[in-house]
Structures are given as structure tokens and as C-alpha cells.
């Protein structure tokens, strides 16, 4: 099983940044894809976007193309996504997900690849 901790939220004013963490562990880091979910209040989760832990291939929601960046490091087990130029409607917790999959869990689909682990989440909150 994989173990995702979610941190670098915060309150930032419209137009600022952020840099969001996703600590990983596991004996077998077993998961293909890491990426972000966010659902903001009242709303269904959304993916955000993604990176291939093998190639680095990365996607991205259209709503964010151009402002956030995904990241990994894998001699420290992390992964980043860099938020630029953040809007009001970025507001929303943030959840980190990878591809591994178990029985009973949620999963949701992003950019053809299913996510079923997920953390605790990290509230970005985006407003004057």
C-alpha cells in the first residue's frame, strides 16, 4: 500500500503562488502515475494533473495549463505541483492520488490512467 501525505496549502492572495508536497511511502512505492485531485466546495473532485513516475510524462487539466507545474524527486520519495498565478476558483483541497488500486477504494479517472490511493488532502484557499 502506498501512503500519501498532502502539505504546502495555505491562504494565498489571487495571483500568488504556492508549492504543494505530496510525501510517498511504502516498502514497494507501487503506483505508475502520481498525481493532484481538487474539489472545491460543493463541487465533484477533479483531476488536476499527473506525472509518469517511469518517463516523466506529464498532463494537466485545461484549467490550470500554463500556471501549474508537476514534479517529482524520486531520491526523496516527493512529488511537487508548483501553483502560479492562482485564481479564486482554485480554491479547494488538494489531494494527492496515484494508480495503485484496491478493493473498495474510490477511484476516479485522469488523463486515461484510474487513481484509487489517496491522501488526507491540503486546503488551498485563494482570496483578497
Known amino acids: 500500500q502506498v501512503q500519501l501525505v498532502e502539505s504546502g496549502g495555505g491562504l494565498v492572495q489571487p495571483g500568488g503562488s504556492l508549492r504543494l508536497s505530496c510525501a510517498t511511502s511504502?516498502?514497494?512505492?507501487?503506483?505508475?502515475?502520481i498525481g493532484w485531485f481538487r474539489q472545491a466546495p460543493g463541487k465533484e473532485r477533479v483531476g488536476v494533473s499527473y506525472i509518469n513516475r517511469s518517463d516523466g510524462s506529464t498532463y494537466y487539466a485545461d484549467s490550470v495549463k500554463g500556471r501549474f507545474t508537476i514534479s517529482r524527486d524520486d531520491t526523496k520519495n516527493m512529488v511537487y505541483l508548483q501553483m502560479n498565478s492562482l485564481k479564486p476558483e482554485d480554491t479547494a483541497i488538494y489531494y494527492c492520488a496515484t494508480d495503485y488500486l484496491a478493493a473498495f477504494t474510490p477511484v476516479q479517472y485522469m488523463g486515461g490512467y484510474t487513481f484509487g490511493s489517496w491522501g488526507q488532502g491540503t486546503q488551498v484557499t485563494v482570496s483578497s
Open positions: 511504502g516498502p514497494a512505492l507501487n503506483y505508475y502515475v
